[in-house]
DNA sequence: GTTGACTGCCC
DNA sequence: ATTCTGC
DNA sequence: GCAGAATGGGCAGTCAAC
């Protein structure tokens, strides 16, 4: 199935610039139905290979996400190939980054400026632009990072600067203009449905309509807007001046087609859901048409996309949201995995694939073993959370240790026994051939037994192995007390979810059959912090104009210095961007100036006098190589850092920098940030609140 | 051989 | 991961 | 409520530069 672009004939003629133009139209546009609109005529009247490349280049990708093939090209290699096209010196295209915040929009203004001698450049056509991604994605080793950079020279040599604006946002895949997989996904559902040539027809050759011809005419067109606009022309009869009961039938028919559209949407969704490929997909459309579409099955060895959980920050409210029962499961802190298992003559294949689908299998052979010696059926796609544990104690380790083992490639063996794991399984998506994701929550739930005979709830390092420990509530005191130990387990929270009929499997989408419910959602469980800005960082796309992120610090009460603990870029709303944008531009200065106690290994666009706090929530502190609050003090080499940093919408204006959360409290929130929780349980009678993190 | 910038992917 | 916004 | 786009900490790998 892997197969080579430019080996395929015929050759495409899709000239760049009209893609260009299209992605232009799609920015400047507002509304989602209008973009829609846009991609339609753009994809129409497309053989199959076009359309498949076309739909590529739009999500900004070359191969879908889970082959794991890297372009390896962003913003910095861009900033030097934008150099060799136009000879604008690199730290003047830096500083021009600064001010235009959109690395693609600044490749276009100064490709504007430099570009005058590129009368002999060849017309751009989306297959080579496609061609030159897949050569970047391809080439390694010596020398790459320059051929990489050439290509991307060339590319942009002969873009016009419009062509070169979105050239470069593809290549760093960050396309930015307002859709992405779900629009394509709808414009899709457009094109395949068939049936606009009738309904065409059929208005047309009705009498009674003969105002509305100019739009019927246009339905083969597949817009958006047209069929809209026909639709609510034909609900007001009377004004229109059309007799009601053939309004009645027109507007049936369109309804009629509305609805198909709607279900093929559904059913591209879920084919998208269980096949995560668009580009295929829409080969497959063009090619075979929907019922192609449909036939794609839950298959093992092609990972689903993952169900994800909304959030509520109450136990109250997440029953009453699941209608007065629902099931508690413990959140782990791990990497999630989904496990792919079929017996075949040779022996049993098993697969591991990451929440984003990469290929995981060869980082985690001791996983793989302990699935092969548990399985006891013929296939199965089985889904868990993967933990690093201490074998000894059988419990948690943090996060971060694990993350240690994700993605290496070298040492393998050590890291392994340096990082013992386990597998909590928590559902089973596919068993024995059948396809269970139309199955209720509990019945997936007892097919994991049925895989794993024998499976517990409690940690066996040996097994590895581990169901994920639940609890149906039905009043919240319950959920509480569950919720509290899975704290002091060492969970992140737990993750509530439906036990109704209609519990299915969610691929892809973030429902509200499953509800995370987290320790610092709640703010008696967490602490916030005031930290003070010490630092700025200049936003990009919408953020373009204003600071994208702040940095910030606590104050050591000891030396009077203030060390940095995060960044912080998340829970400000348009107006805070605004007033923080004043804030800042009052206070800032030359490093020299205003930096004199300030101690920070990171580098920032704009220092700020330590002067003003902000309020800051986060869900844990953690050992940072980046940050110098408690800087050697915890860990040798290293500081400390909060996790999920963001901010409560709080000015502490009452505070000065000087009252701002000190170091010393950082640490003892981090030695306490594990016991705190036990303190509030009632007696269990087992083992004390252990301080997973060593 | 070692280091550091950059990139991509985990959360 | 979390959060905000436009529709 | 959905879809999209801002942003966080931190890890490993790759490659260029030393």
Redesign the pocket.
């Known amino acids: 199935m892997l197969f080579i672009i430019n080996e395929r004939l015929p050759v495409m003629v899709v000239p760049f610039l009209e893609a260009a133009l299209t992605y232009q139209r799609i920015e400047s546009l507002?509304?989602?139905?209008l973009m829609t609109d846009e991609l339609i005529r753009f994809f129409s009247k497309r053989t199959p290979d076009e359309l498949e490349v076309l739909v590529r280049l739009t999500m900004g990708e070359v191969r879908p996400?889970y082959e794991?093939i890297?372009?390896?090209?962003?913003?910095?290699?861009?900033v030097k190939a934008l150099y060799q096209v136009t000879m604008v010196p690199v730290d003047e295209i830096e500083k021009g980054r600064k001010t235009v915040g959109d690395i693609g929009l600044l490749t276009e203004e100064i490709m504007k400026r430099k570009m005058q001698m590129s009368l002999f450049s060849e017309p751009l056509t989306t297959e080579r632009v496609f061609g030159n991604l897949e050569k970047m994605a391809r080439v390694?080793?010596?020398?790459?990072?320059?051929l990489k950079l050439k290509m991307v020279a060339e590319l942009l040599h002969d873009a016009s600067p419009l062509e070169a604006r979105y050239i470069v946002r593809i290549v760093?895949?960050?396309?930015?203009?307002?859709?992405?997989?779900?629009?394509?996904i709808d414009a899709l559902s457009y094109l395949f449905t068939p049936g606009f040539e009738k309904a065409s027809l059929d208005l047309m050759s009705g009498s009674g309509l003969e105002k509305l011809h100019p739009l019927a005419e246009r339905l083969p067109e597949r817009s958006t807007s047209v069929l809209y606009s026909l639709m609510e022309r034909l609900s007001i009869p009377k004004k229109e001046g059309i007799p009601p009961d053939e309004a009645s039938r027109a507007l049936a028919i369109l309804e009629d087609l509305k609805g198909s559209i709607q279900k093929n949407r559904e059913k591209i969704v879920r084919a998208y859901n269980i096949h995560p490929d668009i580009g295929y997909l829409a080969h497959l459309l063009s090619l075979s048409g929907m019922s192609a579409v449909e036939s794609i099955m839950v298959t093992p060895f092609i990972p689903l996309r993952a169900m994800l959980g909304?959030?509520l920050s109450s136990i109250g409210d997440i029953i009453e949201k699941m209608g007065g029962k629902a099931a508690l499961e413990y959140k782990y802190?791990?990497?999630?995995v989904q496990a792919h298992i079929a017996r075949e003559k040779d022996g049993t294949k098993i697969r591991l694939y990451?929440?984003?689908l990469?290929d995981?299998t060869e980082q985690f052979p001791d996983v793989v073993e302990f699935l092969r010696n548990g399985f006891q059926c013929s296939s199965a796609i089985v889904e868990g959370e993967c933990v690093p544990i201490d074998p000894d104690s059988s419990s948690f380790m943090p996060?971060?240790m694990i993350?240690?083992r994700?993605?290496?490639?070298?040492d393998l063996a050590e890291n392994i026994d340096q990082v013992p794991v386990v597998l909590v399984l928590f559902d089973c998506l596919f068993l024995d051939g059948r396809d269970l994701t139309t199955e209720p929550y509990l019945t997936r739930r007892d097919s994991i037994g049925e895989a794993f005979g024998g499976i517990k709830e409690e940690i066996d390092p040996e097994k590895g192995l581990v169901l994920s420990k639940m609890e149906i509530v039905d009043e919240a005191s319950k959920g509480e007390e569950f919720f509290l130990r899975a704290l002091e387990d060492g969970c992140e929270g737990v993750m509530a979810k439906s036990v109704s009929d209609q519990s299915v499997y969610q691929a892809g989408?973030?429902?509200?059959l499953w509800i995370?419910y987290?320790r610092?959602?709640r703010s008696e469980l967490s602490d916030t912090l005031d930290l003070v800005v010490v630092g700025a960082?200049h936003?990009?796309?919408?953020?373009k104009g204003t600071y994208?992120?702040l940095l910030m610090a606590v104050l050591d009460d000891v030396s009077g210095e203030f060390h940095t603990l995060?960044?912080?870029?998340?829970?400000?709303?348009?107006?805070d961007l605004a007033v923080i944008k004043e804030i800042i531009d009052e206070e800032r200065g030359e490093r020299e100036n205003v930096w004199k106690n300030v101690f920070s290994k990171m580098e920032v666009d704009v220092h700020v006098k330590p002067e003003k706090v902000l309020e800051v929530?986060g869900?844990e502190i953690?050992?940072?190589?980046?940050?110098t609050c408690s800087f050697n003090r915890m860990r040798e080499g290293y500081g400390l850092?909060?996790?999920?940093?963001?901010f409560t919408?709080r000015y502490r204006d009452d505070k000065g920098p000087l009252e701002a959360t000190t170091e010393r409290e950082v640490e003892s929130l981090y030695s306490l940030q594990n016991r705190v929780i036990s303190e509030k349980l009632p007696e269990r009678g087992e083992e004390p609140g252990n301080d997973h993190h060593q």
């Open positions: 507002s509304g989602k139905l996400g794991g890297e372009i390896g090209v962003a913003e910095k290699l861009v390694e080793g010596r020398s790459s990072q320059d760093c895949q960050k396309m930015r203009l307002g859709i992405a997989d779900m629009t394509i909304e959030r802190d791990g990497l999630r990451s929440r984003q990469e995981i996060f971060q993350s240690r994700r993605g290496r490639k070298h989408s973030r429902g509200w995370k987290k610092d959602y960082f936003g990009s796309g919408r953020r994208g992120a995060c960044k912080l870029g998340s829970g400000f709303n348009d107006e929530v869900a953690t050992f940072s190589p980046n940050h850092a909060l996790r999920f940093p963001r919408g």
